[in-house]
């Protein structure tokens, strides 16, 4: 893939900024895809040229600090940053269609599944920030979590398949799919036990306002 071979030799070349620098300008909306990116900077990690653990925390922060321009490009600018041409180009009508659809239906998780979805992320990110649906606190809650999933996988596939690169192709390949589901299912998973200790927190809060009801009933009986 000469994208990911541009990518090592560029990481090899200039180091830990270069990958800072191409995460960011990738949350912006630049096409060159980010687990491709994070993974030619667990290669060069894995040649020699770079720390793995490093690597992880400067994935994390690139891709948090182009993230959170999105958002805050959106918060400060509201509808008129669809005017600029870049993000025009980016955000096309279509995409700002769907991503509201989507956020209607499943609200703030959106902003964790996000992260697995190419597409729709940059346009997810700064529609949060136009509607103000979430705080930039919360914002950074939802996708630093995801992050923090995705960013280390893609470092290591990278690191552990340095001298592999048809193999580590073919686990990027797969990989977008198979993290995107385990995303959904671990929202699906966290929301459900979620669901289920408010469900039972109110069953206990009933329980105890049924017995003072009782008690005091017991106490207000002449007889």
């Known amino acids: 893939m000469p994208v990911l071979d541009q990518l090592i030799r560029l990481f090899t070349e200039h180091g830990y900024l270069a990958v800072f620098g191409v995460l960011f300008i990738s949350g912006l909306g630049l096409p060159i895809p980010e687990d491709i990116t994070l993974t030619a900077g667990g290669i060069i990690a894995g040649l020699g040229y770079a720390n793995p653990h490093v690597m992880c925390l ?24 669809l ?108 929301g459900w036990f979620w669901w289920r200790r408010r469900a039972r927190a109110r069953s206990r809060l009933r329980a105890f306002r049924a017995h003072r009801a009782a008690r005091h009933a017991r106490g207000a009986d002449p007889h």
Do not use: C
Not at 58 to 81: E, K, P, Q, T, W
Not at 85 to 98: D, E, I, L, Q
Not at 142 to 167: K, Q, R, T
């Open 83 to 190: 005017h600029l041409r870049w993000v025009s180009a980016v955000v096309t009508p279509r995409r700002y269609a769907k991503v509201q659809h989507r956020f209607d239906r499943y609200g703030n998780r959106m902003l964790f599944v996000a992260r697995f979805l190419p597409g729709l992320r940059t346009a997810v990110f700064l529609i949060a920030g136009m509607t103000h649906r979430v705080s930039f606190a919360r914002f950074i809650l939802f996708d630093g979590a995801a992050a923090l999933i995705s960013v280390p996988i893609w470092v290591y596939l990278g690191y552990f398949g340095a001298e592999n690169h048809e193999l580590v192709l073919a686990w990027i390949k797969r990989g977008e799919s198979a993290i995107a589901v385990g995303a959904v299912v671990l929202v699906a998973a966290v």
């Open 58 to 81: 400067i994935g994390l922060v690139g891709v948090l600090f182009g993230d959170s321009m999105m958002y805050l490009l959106g918060h400060f600018l509201g509808a008129r940053a």
